[in-house]
């Protein structure tokens, strides 16, 4: 056996030019494309079409939008917008809270009444009758002030604490709308160009801004202006958050940092795998337009003979040209280093002893690789192992020893390379052995819910731009990775420049992986 291994070693420039290696997460070892070709012949039927995008998003009863704001209507918890805003719902964005109800308690906050004696505080430290504000809790008219002293009285705890007194102890102002200045007296807050009243001000279109100490409240939401609380503008802007924009918003009709066009006051997400093309048909990460929607590089969609490499579609699939989508050649070839062999060539220039025979490559009857079944061809000195049929991808044993080639992207079978599954499936990364593929309209693990459109939790979650799914099961649609950065988001990876996919090691075609460490990318092929 490790005489023919090392017999056809020409076989391990393969995986550098494939730009493949071991998914340390997953078991997969093996590059490829983006979709799922079945039998032999290139571009055939079960091609895996790419999804259109994000799904319905942004009102209440459906999942929170990739784009500013998540929610058009209500606010996003757990992924899912949900009604909100009043007594003892969930705060709307921006921790905005319907009528005089005043968001309470940490992180997304709920809303409460506010006011009355005991209650919290509203907006610019207000309580009814002139109520005093004491650390955040209002103290009727008449009653004594807590920690303070002095009886409340038109929001003045005794002869402090009221707009135009002197500030009571611990700098603390308890009249409505006055906060302590450096003077030690209580001046007018909440207005535009006013100081902030702690970290509020009492106007829609204004934001609390500045450093702490110096925080004023300054216009928002305007186009020009920075984006309100809850990433909100006004008069059909949109807040592009993207780091030229620094959070600003947008007038509408205008190009957004993500190359889409603010529209009814949302950025919308294009270039991407599966996503609208950008204006001028164009789509990110050397991705191709097709029928107005992108198709990542390695990919047939539905043209038949036809793989996009690079931003262009090609033929695919004859001797010489490149493998179609999941390594797919015509008539039984091999597909070695992103080109196909056809029956009876040499599956490597410098081994002639090795042919390539319906899929696999083989040396007469003593020994054959990548063929479905088979064990993934391999040189001698290691390294990653590589499939030669169409449609498989390598395997570790769950008991060791040879890695394996097997079918994959089917309900069930391990996701092809780049998260790949059939027909809208999910690739769950919390496979017993490798990522798995969930039908659509199957269960994902860890309790995600449905698998839609290539994202669990009926397409809410593990789809581009979305939160990665909870449990384990992390993103489930094609050529994504969970990213820490911005909130375990579902990023684009293993186009061109963009991260290599499967911890550091997968590249569509015909890109490989390069750099070191956590900086590695999909680089175009050398000449």
């Not at 290696?21 to 055939?44: L, P």
């Not at 164009?282 to 969609?301: F, I, K, M, R």
């Not at 999910?426 to 693990?445: E, I, K, M, P």
């Amino acid at each position: 056996m490790r005489h023919w291994l090392g017999l056809i070693g020409g076989l391990i420039l393969l995986t550098a030019v494939m730009g493949c290696g071991d998914d340390e997460e997953s078991g997969v070892a093996d590059a490829g494309d983006s979709s799922v070709v079945t039998g032999d012949d290139a571009g055939s039927d079960g091609a895996l079409a790419p999804d259109g995008g994000p799904g319905p998003c942004g009102t209440i009863g459906e999942a929170c939008c990739a784009t500013a704001p998540a929610c058009s209507a209500g606010a996003c918890v757990g992924n899912m917008c949900v009604d909100c805003g009043g007594p003892g719902q969930t705060c709307c964005a921006g921790r905005s809270c319907v009528g005089s109800n005043v968001c309470v308690g940490p992180g997304t906050g709920t809303c409460a009444v506010c006011g009355g004696s005991g209650q919290a505080c509203c907006n610019s430290n207000s309580c009814n009758g002139g109520g005093c504000c004491i650390a955040e809790i209002c103290t009727g008219p008449g009653g004594t002030c807590p920690v303070l002293g002095g009886q409340c009285m038109n929001g003045s705890c005794g002869s402090c604490g009221a707009l135009g007194q002197a500030c009571c102890a611990g700098a603390t102002c308890t009249g409505a709308g006055a906060t302590c200045n450096n003077q030690n007296q209580c001046v007018p807050c909440g207005a535009a160009g006013q100081p902030c009243c702690g970290d509020s001000c009492s106007a829609p279109g204004l934001m609390c801004t500045g450093a702490p100490g110096a925080r004023m409240c300054a216009p928002c939401g305007g186009a020009g202006e920075a984006c309100c609380p809850g990433q909100t503008c006004s008069g059909g802007a949109c807040c592009d958050p993207g780091a030229a924009a620094a959070g600003r918003c947008i007038a509408s009709g205008s190009m957004c940092t993500s190359g889409g066009a603010c529209s009814a006051g949302r950025c919308t997400a294009c270039g991407g795998a599966g996503q609208a093309c950008c204006p001028g048909s164009s789509c990110s990460g050397g991705g191709c337009c097709s029928s107005s929607v992108c198709l990542p590089s390695g990919n047939s969609g539905s043209m038949s003979g036809m793989v996009c490499s690079n931003g262009t579609m090609v033929v695919c699939g004859g001797t010489d040209q490149q493998c179609c989508q999941t390594n797919g050649c015509g008539a039984g070839g091999c597909c070695i280093a992103n080109r196909c062999r056809m029956m009876g060539q040499q599956c490597v220039a410098t081994v002639p002893q090795v042919l390539c025979m319906g899929g696999s490559c083989t040396a007469g009857v003593t020994f054959s690789c990548g063929g479905m079944g088979q064990q993934c061809c391999q040189s001698a000195a290691g390294g990653a192992g590589v499939c030669t049929q169409s449609g498989m991808v390598c395997v570790a044993s769950a008991l060791g020893g040879n890695q394996t080639c097997v079918a994959c992207g089917g309900m069930g079978q391990p996701c092809c390379p780049g998260n790949q599954c059939a027909s809208g499936g999910c690739c769950d990364q919390r496979g017993a052995q490798s990522a798995q593929c969930v039908a659509a309209g199957g269960a994902c693990s860890g309790n995600q819910g449905m698998c839609a459109g290539g994202g669990c939790m009926s397409g809410a979650c593990g789809k581009l731009g979305q939160a990665c799914c909870e449990g384990g099961v992390g993103c489930t649609d094609a050529y994504t990775q969970c990213s820490t950065i911005g909130g375990n988001r579902c990023t684009a990876c293993g186009g061109l420049n963009q991260p290599c996919c499967a911890t550091g090691t997968t590249c569509a075609p015909p890109f490989t992986c390069g750099g070191f460490g956590g900086t590695r990318t999909c680089q175009a092929p050398g000449p």
